[in-house]
């Protein structure tokens, strides 16, 4: 059974941080690397953030450069700085299954049911 459980979102104004985290389960443990991805409404699937599991490369957007930080433990986090209105999006969390790229939403076969952060004005 595979599984991915996303955690941590909320509403929170301007400014502000959240911390979002992914527990892991089955065999999107065993993957190369988790990733964190959002989707606005009406808009793609994007990519945020991802990790390697073996040496704990990191890999980000250039939107979230500087503010947003993955990592790992017994579970994927990603913490959320000088959050911005245009954060706001549902974000999930992956476990990569194929190909090269990390930034690429198809290289990611699990995927989580996702948790809404949105940033008020």
């Known amino acids: 059974q595979v599984q991915l459980v996303e955690s941590g979102g909320g509403l929170v104004q301007t400014g502000g941080s959240l911390r979002l985290s992914c527990a892991a389960s089955?065999?999107?443990?065993?993957?190369?690397?988790m990733a964190w991805f959002r989707q606005a409404p009406g808009k793609e699937r994007d990519f945020v953030a991802a990790?390697?599991?073996?040496?704990g490369n990191t890999y980000y957007a250039d939107s979230v450069k500087d503010r947003f930080t993955i990592s790992r433990e017994n579970a994927v986090y990603l913490q959320m700085n000088s959050l911005k209105p245009e954060d706001t999006a549902v974000y999930y969390c992956?476990?990569?299954?194929?190909?090269?790229?990390?930034?690429?939403?198809?290289?990611?076969?699990?995927w989580g049911q996702g948790t809404q952060v949105t940033v008020s004005s």
């Open positions: 990790i390697t599991t073996a040496i």
């Open positions: 089955g065999r999107a443990r065993s993957s190369d690397a």
């Open positions: 992956a476990a990569k299954t194929r190909g090269s790229s990390y930034y690429s939403k198809e290289n990611y076969g699990y």
